[in-house]
């Protein structure tokens, strides 16, 4: 796959969630209906059981959260709203999840039963996180986010932390939550951590960024990860005209607190790691990655080489490579991470999918729980922009046996 079909895949990633969150009265749609469970849309599994969003749009939108039973492949339907849906999180029998009205500027939290009951309006705020005690949240005023944690039990809600409109939950690793923050003045990256039972967010680390004033948007942290007690983030933003991503991988030293520049101009969010190691993509060449252990400190790199519109997928020690025929299939292939296709598995997954030639398709590959979790996206590539027509998600056990389906 070279550089340009790299940049148009990454193009159409970014398109998907700027359609997904934007107000629900900007986006026209060609079709009177359309269903759609968007790549980037917020998904969990729990149980043996998948949970996603669905946006219909046509003269007016509306958004469902469903249930799918991976077993039977029954759907139910657990909540419908004519608000946008932003994000959901499980706790025991209790799904939370926060909507957002657009022309207001209003984020409201709720919670259902997942038997479709009990629906009820917990606070007004943005959900970020949970656990085995209470929700926290986040109400924004100005520029001035004040950060609340709610009992379940007693329903009290005490403030933890004031902060501005960047402050962020970015993970949850071994019962630790992990915030950030930018400040626009000192133009420093905070990184917070909240433990069970901590009553105030604590500084883990401050990294000083110089900004680039040809950016848009301030520097956010997309992911964070521990590997041997050191923590690598990786921040960014969105940049140019077709607004991509460009991160920067940092380590923090567990023994020192030092931060250290791992790589540069990483176009992807997400860091890719196994116990040992960190792997990624550059923007230098659509065919080269990277390996970076954390065990010696030393990156290496291999090649892989990608045609058309296969795509190449990371998830932690196996590697997959997604590619449709252009007819009526669609073959995904495995090896281990880090590598030149080792104990490669050709063809392990094959999808009956018909693809008409007028459009473009792409598959690639999730993982939630112990399941591989598939979206085929359809794209009219003909225009002047890119558009939408369909996706269809598939869900396999990890030996690549197919057990549901959706939309």
Same mark, same amino acid.
């Given at each position: 796959?070279?550089?340009?079909?790299?940049?148009?895949?990454?193009?159409?990633?970014?398109?998907?969630?700027?359609?997904?969150?934007?107000?629900?009265?900007?986006?026209?749609?060609?079709?009177?209906?359309? @269903?759609?469970?968007?790549?980037?849309?917020?998904?969990?599994?729990?149980?043996?059981?998948?949970?996603?969003?669905?946006?219909?749009?046509?003269?007016?939108?509306?958004?469902?959260?469903?249930?799918?039973?991976? @077993?039977?492949?029954?759907?139910?339907?657990?909540?419908?709203?004519?608000?946008?849906?932003?994000?959901?999180?499980?706790?025991?029998?209790?799904?939370?999840?926060?909507?957002?009205?657009?022309?207001?500027?209003?984020?409201?939290?709720?919670?259902?039963?997942?038997?479709?009951?009990?629906?009820? +309006?917990?606070?007004?705020?943005?959900?970020?996180?949970?656990?085995?005690?209470?929700?926290?949240?986040?109400?924004?005023?100005?520029?001035?986010?004040?950060?609340?944690?709610?009992?379940?039990?007693?329903?009290?809600?005490? *403030?933890?932390?004031?902060?501005?409109?960047?402050?962020?939950?970015?993970?949850?690793?071994?019962?630790?939550?992990?915030?950030?923050?930018?400040?626009?003045?000192?133009?420093?990256?905070?990184?917070?951590?909240?433990?069970?039972?901590? +009553?105030?967010?604590?500084?883990?680390?401050?990294?000083?960024?110089?900004?680039?004033?040809?950016?848009?948007?301030?520097?956010?942290?997309?992911?964070? +990860?521990?590997?041997?007690?050191?923590?690598?983030?990786?921040?960014? !933003?969105?940049?140019?005209?077709?607004?991509?991503?460009?991160?920067?991988?940092?380590?923090?030293? !567990?023994?020192?607190?030092?931060?250290?520049?791992? @790589?540069?101009? *990483?176009?992807?969010?997400?860091?890719?790691?196994?116990?040992?190691?960190?792997?990624?993509?550059?923007?230098?060449?659509?065919?080269?990655?990277?390996?970076?252990? @954390?065990?010696?400190?030393?990156?290496?790199?291999?090649?892989?080489?990608?045609?058309?519109?296969?795509?190449?997928?990371?998830?932690?020690?196996?590697?997959?490579?997604?590619?449709?025929?252009?007819?009526?299939?669609?073959?995904?292939?495995?090896?281990?991470?880090?590598?030149?296709?080792?104990?490669?598995?050709?063809?392990?997954?094959?999808?009956?999918?018909?693809?008409?030639?007028?459009?473009?398709?792409?598959?690639?590959?999730?993982?939630?729980?112990?399941? *591989?979790?598939?979206?085929?996206?359809?794209?009219?590539?003909?225009?002047?922009?890119?558009?939408?027509? !369909?996706?269809?998600?598939?869900?396999?056990?990890?030996?690549?046996?197919?057990?549901?389906?959706?939309?």
């Amino acid at each position: 796959m070279n550089t340009i079909t790299n940049r148009i895949l990454s193009f159409i990633l970014v398109f998907f969630i700027i359609i997904f969150l934007i107000p629900q009265n900007t986006l026209i749609t060609s079709a009177a209906t359309n @269903a759609a469970v968007y790549e980037y849309s917020p998904m969990l599994e729990d149980r043996g059981n998948i949970y996603y969003i669905q946006r219909v749009e046509g003269d007016e939108y509306s958004y469902g959260i469903y249930q799918l039973e991976i @077993a039977t492949g029954n759907k139910t339907k657990l909540i419908s709203s004519k608000k946008d849906i932003l994000g959901m999180m499980l706790h025991k029998d209790t799904l939370y999840y926060t909507s957002y009205t657009g022309e207001k500027d209003v984020y409201q939290t709720y919670s259902v039963s997942i038997d479709a009951k009990d629906k009820k +309006a917990i606070c007004n705020g943005y959900f970020q996180c949970l656990d085995d005690s209470s929700i926290y949240y986040t109400v924004m005023k100005g520029k001035e986010s004040k950060l609340y944690k709610r009992d379940y039990d007693s329903k009290k809600a005490t *403030l933890i932390f004031t902060g501005n409109k960047t402050l962020r939950f970015v993970k949850n690793l071994d019962n630790t939550f992990y915030f950030t923050q930018f400040n626009e003045d000192s133009t420093k990256l905070t990184i917070y951590t909240l433990m069970p039972k901590q +009553a105030k967010l604590a500084v883990l680390t401050k990294y000083k960024i110089t900004l680039d004033v040809t950016e848009r948007t301030f520097p956010m942290v997309s992911d964070i +990860a521990k590997i041997n007690g050191d923590i690598y983030y990786q921040y960014g !933003s969105y940049e140019g005209t077709g607004n991509y991503w460009y991160g920067t991988l940092i380590k923090v030293d !567990s023994g020192t607190n030092i931060n250290s520049v791992i @790589a540069k101009q *990483l176009y992807e969010e997400q860091i890719y790691h196994n116990k040992n190691s960190i792997f990624y993509n550059g923007t230098d060449s659509s065919d080269k990655h990277y390996k970076y252990s @954390a065990k010696t400190g030393k990156t290496s790199s291999y090649t892989y080489k990608t045609t058309g519109t296969e795509t190449f997928n990371i998830l932690g020690d196996k590697t997959y490579c997604a590619k449709a025929d252009g007819k009526e299939l669609i073959t995904i292939s495995r090896f281990t991470s880090g590598t030149n296709k080792n104990n490669l598995v050709k063809s392990f997954i094959k999808l009956s999918y018909k693809q008409n030639k007028k459009y473009d398709y792409f598959a690639r590959v999730k993982q939630y729980g112990d399941y *591989l979790v598939i979206p085929v996206t359809c794209m009219d590539c003909n225009g002047l922009r890119p558009r939408y027509v !369909s996706v269809t998600w598939f869900v396999t056990d990890s030996d690549g046996k197919i057990l549901a389906q959706f939309r």
